[in-house]
């Protein structure tokens, strides 16, 4: 009797991977963001390794990265490609992008949806409080959330847009350190600080 050969990838591997079609989709969108994904998602590995994050967190927390701003997708070009800076009105636009970001990642087939979505939904809760959309704070926010929150705001100040140049790695770090407690749980930022001296991702 022939025996089946075995499919080279697993059902679960399928499965992940066909949530990539939705990351492309975020290049078409934006290829400015769809490259922040990308960077964020190296250096929140790099965090998470330096925090003792078991692999599974460590591979959600990865993924999570890589689409923590696929809600963007459905934020109108005025806004999301604006060269300028946001009024009030359109700024009430873009901080939607976490709940929209959730809804779509929830429906992908992606094994950890549930997980995955839930990561992306707090990445810009502050840890007094303060964040968007649900104004968790402390460890009531997602551990990966709080990661996301740190390697995302550095990599945000570190490039260049429209509206602003990037900035020097002295002078972002001058402005983390002031939020320290504030935005960022104080703790993982003592170990970013660590990581970060000696990442790649690291700017001049
Ligand atoms: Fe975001």
């Known amino acids: 009797m022939a025996t089946?050969?075995?499919?080279?990838?697993?059902?679960?591997?399928?499965?992940?991977?066909?949530?990539?079609?939705?990351?492309?989709?975020?290049?078409?969108?934006?290829?400015?963001?769809?490259?922040?994904?990308?960077?964020?998602?190296?250096?929140?590995?790099?965090?998470?390794?330096?925090?003792?994050?078991?692999q599974q967190e460590l591979d959600l927390l990865a993924i999570?990265?890589?689409?923590?701003?696929i809600g963007k997708i459905g934020i109108p070009d005025s806004v999301l490609l604006k060269p300028g800076a946001l009024d009030a009105e359109e700024w009430a636009l873009m901080k939607m992008h976490p709940v929209k970001g959730e809804r779509l990642f929830r429906n992908t087939l992606h094994p950890h949806a549930a997980?995955?979505?839930?990561?992306?939904?707090?990445?810009?809760?502050?840890?007094?409080?303060?964040?968007?959309?649900?104004?968790?704070?402390?460890?009531?926010?997602?551990?990966?959330?709080?990661?996301?929150?740190?390697?995302?705001?550095?990599?945000a100040m570190s490039t260049s847009r429209p509206y602003h140049h990037g900035r020097s790695h002295s002078e972002i770090m001058e402005i983390m350190l002031a939020e320290e407690g504030q935005k960022t749980d104080p703790t993982l930022f003592r170990q970013f600080i660590q990581v970060i001296a000696n990442s790649a991702a690291r700017v001049a």
């Open 4 to 54: 089946e050969k075995a499919p080279s990838t697993s059902y679960a591997t399928y499965l992940a991977e066909s949530s990539e079609a939705l990351f492309i989709a975020l290049d078409e969108r934006d290829n400015y963001t769809y490259q922040h994904c990308d960077r964020v998602s190296l250096l929140a590995r790099e965090l998470g390794m330096a925090c003792g994050l078991s």
């Open 64 to 69: 999570s990265a890589r689409f923590h701003d």
């Open 115 to 155: 997980e995955v979505a839930r990561i992306i939904r707090h990445h810009h809760e502050c840890f007094n409080g303060s964040g968007y959309p649900d104004q968790l704070s402390g460890e009531d926010i997602p551990l990966a959330s709080r990661i996301l929150l740190i390697v995302d705001g550095y990599d």
